[in-house]
């Protein structure tokens, strides 16, 4: 059997670009068969744009302050994305709610990294809302984008354990290098054709999965 094709993916994102990163360096190191049809923002001082640019790929910025609604803007962006033929748009630190008409059309074709373990703590300030809590355990999930802000099918998960002392800035900062392992491992299972998502729910190597993968310390995901 041949090897699948190299995925062509569309990133979005609206600051520092560390998981962008992430991915630009294992697509370098050979270890994820991806490749970059456009690097898209809301922001045009984003660090993450800078990145792209260093490593040779289309960059995009749009600036919402010139449209007059959310769905004009996302009408746009959206438009410059399928230009750019991409099969996944990864959202990746992207910042901005997205209109309903424009996340439909790319239903199983579009993935979040959120930092948290989901269904805890959608939207914003989640390492504080852990803390909190008094949560033992924290992390970072990938899942595909529906109308629900961070509400779509979970594919992956990692977790790491709350200590005492943390501050949301601690924990995130211990976190991070983990969000980025969860995010190349899962678009390598992606880039490898493994994960779906059909009218019930995800799919694994065909099967359907009932809990989402956990990334342990090999690096790897598991069921
Ligand atoms: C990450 O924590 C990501 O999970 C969240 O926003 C942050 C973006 O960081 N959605 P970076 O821009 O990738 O460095």
């Avoid at 790929?57 to 438009?79: E, K, M, N, Q």
């Avoid at 750019?84 to 059309?105: H, K, S, T, W, Y």
């Avoid at 790319?106 to 930092?115: A, T």
């Avoid at 493994?194 to 729910?201: E, P």
């Amino acid at each position: 059997m041949s090897a699948p094709s190299r995925l062509r993916i569309a990133v979005l994102v609206s600051g520092r670009g560390s998981n962008l990163q992430a991915l630009i360096d294992a697509r370098n190191d050979g270890v994820l068969p991806v490749d970059f049809a456009l690097v898209a923002s809301d922001k045009s001082h984003a660090p993450a744009l800078r990145r792209a640019e260093e490593a040779g790929i289309a960059t995009l910025a749009l600036d919402p302050a010139g449209y007059a609604t959310r769905a004009a803007y996302d009408a746009d962006l959206f438009s410059r994305i399928v230009a750019a033929q991409p099969e996944l748009i990864v959202l990746a630190g992207f910042m901005r709610i997205l209109d309903d008409a424009a996340i439909a059309p790319w239903r199983g074709r579009m993935v979040n990294i959120h930092p948290s373990l989901l269904p805890k703590y959608p939207g914003l300030r989640t390492h504080a809302r852990a803390l909190d809590a008094g949560d033992r355990a924290h992390g970072a999930s990938m899942h595909f984008v529906t109308g629900e802000l961070d509400g779509g099918p979970v594919i992956a998960q990692v977790r790491v354990e709350t200590r005492d002392g943390d501050t949301p800035a601690s924990l995130a900062a211990r976190l991070l290098p983990h969000e980025h392992q969860l995010l190349v491992a899962t678009l390598a299972l992606l880039a490898a054709r493994r994960i779906a998502l059909n009218a019930d729910g995800i799919a694994f190597d065909g099967a359907p999965l009932a809990e989402p993968l956990r990334l342990a310390a090999d690096g790897q995901l598991h069921p």
